[in-house]
């Protein structure tokens, strides 16, 4: 399995079972946790934290969860790009945040959008 879906299917399954962490193997790659630190400025996760047994995710326990979808856009079999101009489009929309690969780095669609640039959608959060 592609390591950012299983890695978001963790994330939704512990959020619908109402857990406060998820262990996410230390197999992850650096996306992965670059992905993961965005969602943790945007407010989504409560926080990283490294353990023996790998990275915990420390979720935050609400109700209602600020996650209330999160899906993958970008899929290994197929890719989707959005330049700037498309990133407006999604500023007053139903999704939460886009989380983009752009040639500066893993940056949420608001940076993107700041700095001018498009790039891959890799997750969506609703």
């Not at 926080?47 to 935050?60: H, I, Q, S, Y």
């Not at 007053?92 to 001018?116: F, M, N, W, Y």
Request: include cysteine; aromatic fraction near 4%.
């Amino acid at each position: 399995m592609h390591p950012l879906s299983d890695t978001r299917t963790r994330i939704r399954n512990a959020t619908s079972n109402n857990r406060s962490t998820v262990i996410v193997p230390p197999t992850i790659s650096k996306l992965v946790h670059e992905v993961l630190l965005r969602l943790v400025e945007e407010g989504f996760l409560r926080g990283l934290r490294r353990t023996e047994a790998g990275l915990e995710v420390l979720l935050v326990v609400s109700k209602p969860t600020p996650i209330r979808r999160l899906y993958c856009v970008s899929r290994p079999s197929r890719r989707v790009y959005l330049p700037n101009r498309a990133l407006w489009g999604f500023a007053d929309s139903t999704v939460g945040c886009l989380i983009l690969s752009t040639s500066q780095g893993v940056l949420t669609q608001h940076e993107a959008r700041k700095r001018g640039l498009g790039g891959e959608v890799l997750v969506g959060i609703a």
